[in-house]
């Protein structure tokens, strides 16, 4: 993995991606079981809006330093398919209409998004056009759009450690502006889409990474692709039971 510049607290990508996947919970039982338009709704979304840019910083590392392209294009492709199911169970409350193919699917077009963008070879236009596609691909996923920039731009300055970080700080507060413009006129709503801004928190906990994996053993690897669907269809099961 590559060595980035830590604070003084160090972490290994194990470890961020265990604390993005407790955040990732804590963030989906909110938005179903706590009424969006309270203080403790905002704190709880705050902690768990950290998840997506950590899982797009991960997505750029594993395209850097996968030893198999083709395997890592197919893991997601096939567990995008596996937790869309698990998806729109839990956005329906207990049933399967289609709400779009979730995270896993966005994380899958960022990484062909980065894909595209390393063929140097190709037209500048080409890739900016091919890029433009995939962002409109993306509005069928969770996170759309913001889910194929981050990584792309990660990917971009992946050098440069204040273009990184400046890079997904401006994507992400475009991101949370977008929900302040949806939402205009609806102040108490206005208000409560300011946990919006909690991707921003994302940045010191990417800041404490050291550059390990943690964990070279197979649970470590799978355990975000079984997870996801896993907590999605335990979550939309409690809600149809009991709300």
């Known amino acids: 993995m590559t060595q980035t510049k830590t604070t003084g607290i160090s972490l290994t990508a194990f470890q961020i991606k265990l604390i ?11 938005w179903t ?5 309270t203080v403790l709704a ?25 030893k198999n392209l083709g395997k890592y294009f197919l893991r997601l492709a096939i567990f995008s ?15 399967f209409a289609f709400y779009g193919f979730g995270m896993i699917y966005t994380l899958f077009l960022g990484l062909l998004a980065i894909h595209i963008w390393n ?29 194929v920039l981050w990584p792309l731009f990660l990917f971009i300055f992946r050098e440069d450690e204040k273009k990184k970080y400046l890079s997904l700080a401006v994507i992400g507060c475009l991101s949370a502006l ?5 939402y205009f006129g ?39 692709y079984i997870f996801y669907p896993l907590h999605l269809l335990i979550i939309g099961m409690v809600s149809l039971l009991f709300v």
């Open 33 to 37: 079981f706590v009424p969006t338009d």
């Open 186 to 224: 609806n102040g108490r709503m206005m208000l409560a889409q300011l946990c919006q801004f909690g991707v921003l928190l994302a940045i010191p906990l990417l800041k404490c990474y050291n550059g390990e994996l943690g964990s070279r053993n197979k649970a470590g690897k799978w355990l975000f």
């Open 20 to 30: 993005a996947i407790v955040a990732m919970l804590i963030d989906h039982i909110t």
């Open 119 to 147: 063929q140097t070879e190709w037209l500048y236009g080409i890739r900016i056009l091919l890029v433009a596609i995939v962002c409109i691909a993306s509005m069928m996923g969770d996170w759309p759009v913001v889910g």
């Open 81 to 95: 398919l596996i937790s869309s199911y698990a998806y729109a169970f839990y956005e329906s409350g207990g049933d």
């Open 42 to 66: 905002f704190v709880l979304h705050l902690i768990g809006r950290t998840a997506a840019p950590v899982m797009c910083f991960f997505l750029v590392e594993g395209y850097c330093h996968t």
């Open 178 to 182: 977008s929900f302040q413009i949806v």
